[in-house]
């Protein structure tokens, strides 16, 4: 999985995941300090969370069709230098109306990574190994969501809040000048060679490649998305609105909050990196790689909507906690798994449009999760609702992916054999 260069593959993606978790959550965990600087309402809070996703789902579906014209290596790379640098204006912010703006800019850079991410795994790896080359990429995030509670938590409480926005920004642009030198956008010699005859061995082979909104009118990509909608929905709720959870409901202080935001994001770490090689195992026993897929997914999401309400319906501290967390980790293990779908039923040079496309969709609950918390919240004085809530969207997910999602085969695709064929190899021109 490491071998022929890979490892720095691996290496940098999931360093980008760290990266942007920490960017992403630094907001969350200053969010009392900003709050209270700035006279915000929790009904505003909500709504400023909220704008990160308007420029965020947008440029979801954008980065993917870049990933696919100009490559995914170039695309993360003007990514990253612009979020980081959008993080770092945070500081220049001075009410409302500035960090609704600041935000949706800095949501813009965000959009790109995962699509990316899941564009360069494509590049890179065979079809029997890109579900766990995926999750291991990609279980960067939620350690960045582990690790800003306490540090942003630390230079917050010792340096003011502002002072992490321009560290986090540092950080950013230091990892964008090593991915520009060192990084390549596709593998040469004996790994490409590899990768052309696994895929040739594959049932896309026998597919010719069609124009991109083909694809995203199949229920296959639909009702993904749709699971993916439930999963990031309840993703930001816990990114958004835990810290503040525990500070408003349970009376922790800055500092205690800080630490306790660790323990979800840690097993949502091990989530997201278990769940593909869970997945790729399935596959290897069985054969069957939509079930495969499919097996990990429905099950994950079952058992997190049953943590999620049970966590919503608890009054102490120490059982809201332990309920989140695995409710995170049930979460997480699915968390490879969409990008899985998409690989395996999308030809390599369309993965990265319809996984933008995807990802474009699953990512409109940022618009509106954050700010319906928000207003819960306000209007009922307790986060059961919000996390009652959370739980019925992913039961509904897993029900349609268990119901509707299936492999496209070349009978699907029939009705569209007039139009012309493009080369499908993940090393062809895309």
């Known amino acids: 999985m490491f071998g022929q260069g890979r490892s720095l593959i691996i290496i940098m993606l999931f360093l980008a995941g760290v990266i942007n978790y920490l960017d992403r959550s630094a907001l969350s965990v200053a969010a009392p300090f900003i709050q209270k600087d700035y006279g915000l309402s929790t009904g505003e809070m909500g709504m400023i969370f909220s704008s990160f996703f308007v420029g965020y789902a947008a440029?979801?579906?954008?980065?993917?069709?870049?990933?696919?014209?100009?490559?995914?290596?170039?695309?993360?790379?003007?990514?990253?230098?612009?979020?980081?640098?959008?993080?770092?204006?945070?500081?220049l912010t001075v009410g409302f109306a500035s960090l609704v703006l600041?935000?949706?800019?800095?949501?813009?850079?965000?959009?790109?990574?995962?699509?990316?991410?899941?564009?360069?795994?494509?590049?890179?790896?065979?079809?029997?190994?890109?579900?766990?080359?995926?999750?291991t990429s990609m279980s960067g995030t939620p350690l960045g969501g582990a690790i800003s509670g306490p540090v942003v938590g630390f230079i917050a409480v010792t340096y003011g809040w502002k002072v992490s926005f321009i560290i986090i920004m540092l950080v950013g642009l230091i990892w964008?000048?090593?991915?520009?030198?060192?990084?390549?956008e596709k593998p040469e010699g004996e790994g490409a060679e590899e990768i052309l005859r696994a895929e040739g061995q594959g049932e896309l082979a026998a597919q010719p490649v069609f124009p991109l909104r083909f694809y995203l009118k199949q229920p296959t990509v639909l009702f993904t998305s749709l699971a993916f909608f439930s999963y990031n929905y309840t993703l930001f709720f816990f990114l958004t609105w835990f810290p503040s959870y525990l500070t408003m409901a349970h009376g922790l202080n800055v500092?205690?909050?800080?630490?306790?935001?660790?323990?979800?994001?840690?097993?949502?770490?091990?989530?997201?990196?278990?769940g593909g090689f869970i997945s790729d195992f399935v596959f290897k026993k069985t054969g069957k790689m939509m079930f495969s897929r499919k097996v990990v997914l429905v099950t994950c999401l079952l058992a997190c909507a049953v943590c999620i309400a049970c966590a919503g319906m608890v009054s102490t501290l120490y059982p809201a906690v332990i309920l989140v967390a695995l409710a995170v980790f049930f979460l997480y293990l699915t968390g490879a798994i969409y990008w899985a779908i998409i690989q395996d039923t999308v030809p390599a040079a369309r993965v990265g449009g319809v996984s933008g496309f995807m990802h474009f969709l699953a990512n409109t609950s940022g618009i509106v999760g954050p700010t319906l918390t928000g207003f819960l919240v306000q209007f009922t004085g307790s986060f059961t609702s919000a996390f009652l809530l959370a739980g019925l969207l992913t039961v509904i997910g897993a029900v349609c992916v268990a119901r509707y999602v299936k492999p496209l085969s070349v009978a699907d695709t029939g009705h569209a054999a007039a139009q012309s064929p493009q080369p499908a190899s993940a090393l062809g021109r895309s």
Do not use: C
Request: charged share 15%; no cysteine; net charge positive.
């Open 59 to 91: 440029f979801n579906f954008i980065g993917g069709w870049a990933a696919d014209r100009y490559g995914a290596k170039t695309t993360l790379l003007l990514a990253m230098v612009l979020w980081s640098l959008f993080s770092g204006l945070t500081v």
């Open 102 to 135: 600041i935000r949706i800019l800095f949501g813009m850079g965000e959009g790109p990574l995962s699509v990316t991410t899941s564009k360069m795994v494509n590049n890179w790896y065979t079809p029997k190994r890109r579900a766990r080359a995926i999750g």
């Open 176 to 184: 964008a000048a090593v991915w520009y030198k060192f990084v390549k």
């Open 255 to 274: 500092k205690d909050m800080s630490i306790a935001t660790v323990i979800p994001w840690v097993l949502g770490f091990l989530g997201l990196a278990l």
